[in-house]
């Protein structure tokens, strides 16, 4: 079967399956299985595939089709232009949350720090922390995982972009690992924690549902619960004028602000590119 074909048929079959994604898929698959890029597919449409090539699409297009993210089937993702691992330990990478490393950019730019230091709570693949640290030269950031399994994932991570030695992980529940020393020098905290309401987990796609960790999703009964907890902690880490960015889900703006008490705290709602609630930016006074 030549390339062309090959993402023709692969569509079509992803597509009968009612796979949303189903061009860009097979598309991607297909250039797992080539080591073409995009370009290439096109530039080499004649070539026709080996049979070990073809026959590793076929089952690749497969387990798409039964709900595997095609991420976690090449083993890697896209995230504000850098090159991620990801297995099924981690959350994949997702473009909402580039709007977080905007927003942590522009903080870190406002409070012009000389040599910031960053915490990244529930850091999964070290999409976040390791963007920052390649991003900002001089940035110094500690990022938390409960999930060993991902903390792997995250130092691998570093170490492709070449930012080991400015990352420190831990694993450990929220804030309780990073060194008490830095209690009112943290100059932002970035957390994309679990935000989805328990009962909402089921109605998931099931991409999501079944295969992304359960541990990255569930957000408690209103899906606030962690950024609760989180909270205590948060103030007495950061440093007067500090900035904590925390992901939301749509609709969730105004609860996650209401756990922020005025008294200490200014913060503001922000919207993706579609316009829904993503994220609560909160200055500490
Ligand atoms: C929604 S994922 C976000 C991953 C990554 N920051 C990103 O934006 O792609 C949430 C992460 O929080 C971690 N997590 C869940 N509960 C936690 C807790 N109590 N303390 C630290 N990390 C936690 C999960 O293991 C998961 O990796």
Redesign the pocket.
């Known amino acids: 079967m030549r390339i062309q074909e090959a993402l023709w048929v692969g569509g079509r079959f992803l597509k009968e399956r009612e796979i949303p994604s189903w061009k860009l898929d097979a598309r991607v698959l297909l250039s797992a299985v080539t080591s073409l890029d995009r370009t290439g597919l096109v530039l080499k449409g004649d070539l026709s595939l080996e049979a070990e090539q073809q026959e590793h699409y076929h089952k690749l297009l497969e387990r798409r089709a039964a709900g595997e993210p095609a991420a976690y089937l090449i083993g890697h993702k896209e ?1 504000m232009g850098l090159d991620f691992k990801v297995t099924p330990a ?5 473009p909402d ?1 580039e709007l ?1 490393v905007e927003m942590a950019l522009a903080c870190l730019k406002e409070s012009q720090e000389r040599l910031p230091v960053v915490v ?10 390791v963007s920052l640290a390649y991003l900002l030269p001089e940035l110094r950031v500690h990022a ?4 060993e399994q ?1 903390l792997a994932v995250a130092r691998e991570n570093a170490l492709r972009h070449g930012v080991e030695k400015r990352v420190s992980f831990y694993a ?3 804030l309780d690992p990073v060194d008490e020393k830095l209690q009112q020098n943290i100059h932002l905290i ?1 957390a ?4 989805i309401p328990t009962t909402d987990i089921p109605g998931l796609m099931a991409d999501v549902r079944n295969f992304e ?1 359960h ?3 569930d957000g408690g009964v209103d899906g606030l619960e ?1 950024y609760r ?1 989180l909270l205590p902690k948060a103030s007495k880490y950061l440093a007067p004028g500090g900035h904590l960015l925390m ?1 939301i889900g749509p609709g969730q703006g105004q609860e996650a602000i209401n756990i922020l008490p005025l008294k200490y705290w200014v913060a503001e709602i922000y919207r993706d590119l579609a316009h829904r609630e993503r994220l609560v930016v909160a200055r500490k006074l």
């Open positions: 995230f981690v959350l994949i990478p997702r949350t977080m990244d709570v529930g850091t999964g693949s070290g999409a976040v922390a938390v995982d409960l999930s991902a450990g529940n929220l970035t994309n924690l679990p935000y960790p541990l990255a999703l962690l907890r992901e």
